[in-house]
């Protein structure tokens, strides 16, 4: 009976697959670039903090390291669905905002080919862009002989979806290998506005789309250290090339004439390498950290290299008091987690700091090696600071996903 409610939900899901491409924010600074580009991971990996690269547990899903996908049960078939809401708070030095937003998060599958080699696809977000604000500034000018005010109207929707599949592989007892390729599509729209309280002087229109098209990769290895009885250690590393985006891009400029420049092709996304440990004491407790640095400096972006390098750091927890105990909240997992990092664009010159705390549970619906987990995140994040032209963001994302384990690899017996 739980394999046709699994089935069920496998069909509902694939059916509002499309939904993928709009995602929902209402960020000003996802203004800039490709919007908010995000560093995935599924339930277990958001709830501490983003750990992910040393990351090998038999009942997830984690395609941020492809080369965790072999150490699924080899009976075992695997499905991870999320969803979310967030509730936003804009502080500017003359207004105050608050937003709401939802979205689909990811569709994962996850499945082993033979006990040393598995396979995992789905569906999942890149980036995403929304929003909608503007800004009145005045400047002294010798034409008025006073001030000219100057209405800015910014307005920005869409974003990059990624469908991915990826193959793991032990080739040797302790070491596996993995990789995934990534199908990137979607579009984006900036808006801009530029207009004079003045008669007589012209408004300035700028509109940006992109539409992407293109497949990249990226490589994963985890090692897993013997260290003593009750003791372990896994260490792993992710590494992707820059790629150079296939795009459809225009840009047209409206002042007293109007302009369109095509930019088909001029786009990239960045090189970077990934990589961090987690220690874990007889299943009950696990600790990680991981670093990741991503060379925006030398991506493209409307045919301009205009971003910065950006780097990140995630520490995560996890307590689980008794994975096979009697009372229920002893199979329960408790997961904490932090990370801190920088944004990719600068904005009045200067690199944002993005800061965020994560605590988060997994409650098995029944006993077993790997039972069908719900798991529930909560999310805190600060960005920026309230200053001229700048914001403090802050967030509270609550996140509910499914991780459903079910033994579809068994041979039967006829008495």
Not at 7 to 35: D, E, F, I, K
Not at 72 to 89: H, K, N, P, W, Y
Not at 376 to 397: S, W
Request: hydrophobic letters at 35%; charged letters at 20%; glycine letters at 10%.
């Amino acid at each position: 009976m739980i394999r046709k409610y699994t089935l069920l939900m496998m069909m509902l899901l694939c059916g509002v697959s499309g939904l993928w491409a709009q995602h929902n924010t209402s960020s000003p600074y996802t203004r800039y670039g490709y919007g908010n580009v995000l560093d995935g991971g599924f339930g277990q990996t958001r709830a501490m903090g983003g750990v992910s690269y040393g990351l090998r547990d038999k009942g997830i899903i984690n395609p941020n390291n492809p080369a965790s996908y072999s150490a699924i049960d080899s009976l075992t078939f695997r499905m991870e669905a999320g969803v979310s809401f967030q509730l936003s708070r804009f502080d500017g030095v003359n207004e105050k905002k608050t937003e709401k937003d939802g979205n689909l998060e990811f569709l994962a599958f996850h499945f082993p080919i033979k006990n040393w080699v598995a396979f995992s696809c789905g569906l999942m977000p890149y980036s995403i862009v929304g929003y909608e604000y503007e800004q009145t500034q005045k400047t002294s000018s010798t034409i008025t002989k006073g001030y000219l005010s100057n209405t800015y109207r910014y307005e920005g929707a869409g974003g990059i979806t990624q469908l991915y599949a990826g193959l793991a592989f032990r080739p040797i007892k302790y070491v596996s290998l993995g990789g995934n390729f990534q199908f990137n599509f979607g579009r984006i729209s900036h808006y801009s506005t530029s207009s004079f309280d003045e008669v007589g002087m012209y408004k300035t229109s700028i509109e940006r789309k992109i539409q992407v098209k293109d497949i990249t990769g990226n490589f994963g290895l985890q090692v897993e250290v013997p260290i003593k009885e009750k003791h372990s250690l896994s260490v792993g590393s992710v590494f992707q090339m820059k790629s150079k985006m296939s795009t459809d891009a225009t840009q047209t400029v409206i002042t007293s004439d109007t302009m369109v420049l095509d930019f088909d092709n001029n786009f990239d996304t960045p090189m970077y390498f990934g990589a961090g440990f987690v220690y874990t004491y007889l299943e009950e407790f696990m600790f990680g950290f991981d670093y990741k640095k991503e060379a925006w400096s030398d991506v493209r972006f409307f045919g301009e290299k205009l971003f910065e390098d950006r780097s990140k750091m995630s520490f995560g927890a996890q307590y689980l008091p008794d994975k096979n105990g009697r009372a229920y909240f002893q199979r329960v997992a408790y997961r904490l987690g932090a990370s801190v990092s920088s944004s990719y664009y600068k904005v009045n010159g200067e690199q944002l700091k993005f800061f965020s705390l994560s605590t988060g549970w997994g409650f098995p619906l029944k006993k077993g090696l790997n039972p069908t987990v719900m798991n529930l995140t909560f999310e805190y994040g600060h960005n920026g600071e309230v200053r001229d032209n700048q914001l403090r963001e802050q967030y509270f994302k609550f996140t509910l996903n499914a991780t459903v384990n079910e033994r579809w690899f068994v041979k039967r017996k006829l008495n």
